[in-house]
DNA sequence: TAGATAATTCGACATGTTTCGAATAATAGA
DNA sequence: TCTATTATTCGAAACATGTCGAATTATCTA
């Protein structure tokens, strides 16, 4: 069974997995934020923080927070690149965008453009 | 810690947990989409399925059925109403409109405009 | 090279999830 | 009222998940 967007549904399930823990949504919400407290905002720049960081919220074990990482990441959700010690962090902005359609209300198909445009 | 919309961490996470099963999953989407073949589509009203309808395509049991159908309710995704011997099944818009939001790319920081409330 | 910091892997354990079949409840129609 | 249909509840079994501590790997700095 094919689905509608881009996005099949285990690929779909496998991220709604990885977000349905709380302290994965969290993990995944302090990246997804945009313009946190003390930090400059950009546009065109990801919002990156090292592990650690991300932890710092969370009240879990650095064993536990290596795990949650992990499977945001094989979710397709973050990417992650080391420097130096530490490594970065970032959402896959194609990835929420594809979730961003998935939850689109499907109501255009009556009409070929209607008033309500996100984008 | 509270969130940046309108949907805390525990009602977020719950609602990502109904849809991490591909079964469940299946459910949602069948009940989301619009214009399925055969089935005249009407913007206002959200797209009705009872609940041995949502089952035809799975291959599981009535009372495994049951149980997911149960869990997309608790998780807010779905409304339910009884017509007859059958149980209607429908999406609840608002919850889709929530999730579709959260997954809004967040890069209008960087205007002054602040239209998003926090809670 | 040695020690410190950051992060991962591994094994173990408690808890949660998925699924089924059997039994039960609610409704429609004869 | 009796039977068929639809859907739910319950208990049980198999499997998956979340968490930890200990051990390990990778990197930086002295």
């Known amino acids: 069974m094919s689905n509608y967007l881009n996005i099949e549904i285990p690929e779909l399930a496998l991220a709604f997995k990885a977000l349905s823990n709380p302290n994965r949504l969290k993990i995944f919400m302090q990246l997804l934020a945009c313009c946190p407290p ?3 905002c950009s546009i065109t720049e990801a919002q990156k923080f090292c592990v650690s960081e991300l932890g710092k919220d969370l009240d879990v074990a650095p064993s536990t927070l290596s795990h949650h990482i ?3 990441k094989q979710a397709g959700l973050l990417k ?3 420097r130096g010690q530490h ?3 970032w959402v896959d902005p194609a990835k929420v965008e594809a979730l961003h359609l998935f939850f689109k209300p ?3 198909c009556a009409t070929p453009e209607l008033s309500r445009s996100h984008s």
């Open 80 to 82: 992650m690149q080391r």
């Open 70 to 72: 992990k499977e945001l």
């Open 87 to 89: 490594i970065d962090c």
């Open 106 to 108: 499907q109501q255009d």
């Open 38 to 40: 003390g930090t400059a």
